[in-house]
């Protein structure tokens, strides 16, 4: 489908259950949902060897303390997901897998990726998590339970004190298993919205919807990326 069929069809999706669904956006469709540290410990261990979360939790308590030197701050006021995704935002790889309320944000992140810089005409896809039916992570998962091998759940943007996050309607799920989301025995409800168009055209309607790196990230970074898009937009006019 084309962005303007998706945008028709994500909202005859949501209508019947408004607010259940999040969304998350991937350059390439096949990729699968798998969380970073998942990826890690794939990348690094012995293929045979049993998923752990102990490797993450050492790197975790690694960062903080660091960080606390480095920057004089105290993450101990942080509850333990605040510091997973600061950790994660930072580049570490974490159980947490990030989604946004919002569909078009998640397309934003797909055709902004790296892998897409270059090409005018793209192929990505959406995917839409229906949380309605997901355990929620801050009830079940206490303080010291969260770090638990096989841990599932859903964190939203609440959990979180980050400007970032807020604007970019995010929420998480927390996946402390090996390998994609879609093969968790819970069977999660996930939609996946195949989309093929033009780069800069979805680029130029998301910007209408005031959706672009400056507004998201709200940072330097991003916005100098805005500008590089603009350019790439402008030689491709």
């Given at each position: 489908?084309?962005?303007?069929?998706?945008?028709?069809?994500?909202?005859?999706?949501?209508?019947?259950?408004?607010?259940?669904?999040?969304?998350?956006?991937?350059?390439?469709?096949?990729?699968?949902?798998?969380?970073?540290?998942?990826?890690?410990?794939?990348?690094?261990?012995?293929?045979?060897?049993?998923?752990?979360?102990?490797?993450?939790?050492?790197?975790?308590?690694?960062?903080?303390?660091?960080?606390?030197?480095?920057?004089?701050?105290?993450?101990?006021r942080l509850?333990?997901?605040?510091?997973?995704?600061?950790?994660?935002?930072?580049?570490?790889?974490?159980?947490?897998?990030?989604?946004?309320?919002?569909?078009?944000?998640?397309?934003?992140?797909?055709?902004?990726?790296?892998?897409?810089?270059?090409?005018?005409?793209?192929?990505?896809?959406?995917?839409?998590?229906?949380?309605?039916?997901l355990p929620?992570?801050?009830?079940?998962?206490?303080?010291?339970?969260?770090?638990?091998?096989?841990?599932?759940?859903?964190?939203?943007?609440?959990?979180?004190?980050?400007?970032?996050?807020?604007?970019?309607?995010?929420?998480?799920?927390?996946?402390?298993?090996?390998?994609?989301?879609?093969?968790?025995?819970?069977?999660?409800?996930?939609?996946?919205?195949?989309?093929?168009?033009?780069?800069?055209?979805?680029?130029?309607?998301?910007?209408?919807m005031g959706?672009?790196?400056?507004?998201?990230?709200?940072?330097?970074?991003?916005?100098?990326?805005?500008?590089?898009?603009?350019?790439?937009?402008?030689?491709?006019?």
């Open positions: 489908m084309n962005f303007a069929s998706f945008r028709d069809q994500v909202l005859r999706d949501a209508e019947q259950s408004w607010g259940t669904w999040v969304y998350r956006g991937h350059a390439d469709p096949a990729w699968p949902l798998e969380c970073s540290y998942s990826r890690f410990v794939a990348s690094v261990c012995d293929k045979s060897a049993p998923y752990c979360s102990a490797q993450f939790k050492s790197m975790l308590n690694q960062f903080l303390r660091r960080a606390a030197d480095c920057l004089g701050e105290d993450y101990e509850s333990l997901f605040q510091k997973i995704a600061l950790a994660q935002h930072h580049g570490l790889p974490t159980p947490l897998l990030d989604w946004t309320h919002s569909p078009y944000v998640a397309v934003y992140f797909a055709v902004t990726d790296k892998h897409h810089l270059h090409n005018p005409d793209v192929t990505f896809c959406v995917y839409a998590l229906n949380r309605s039916v929620v992570a801050d009830s079940l998962l206490l303080e010291d339970g969260a770090l638990q091998d096989g841990t599932f759940g859903f964190l939203d943007t609440q959990l979180f004190v980050s400007r970032r996050i807020a604007r970019q309607g995010g929420c998480f799920t927390y996946q402390d298993f090996a390998g994609c989301l879609r093969e968790h025995p819970s069977r999660p409800c996930v939609k996946t919205y195949q989309i093929s168009d033009n780069r800069y055209q979805i680029i130029r309607e998301l910007q209408l959706i672009s790196g400056g507004s998201l990230f709200d940072d330097l970074d991003h916005i100098a990326n805005d500008v590089l898009q603009r350019e790439l937009m402008n030689s491709h006019a």
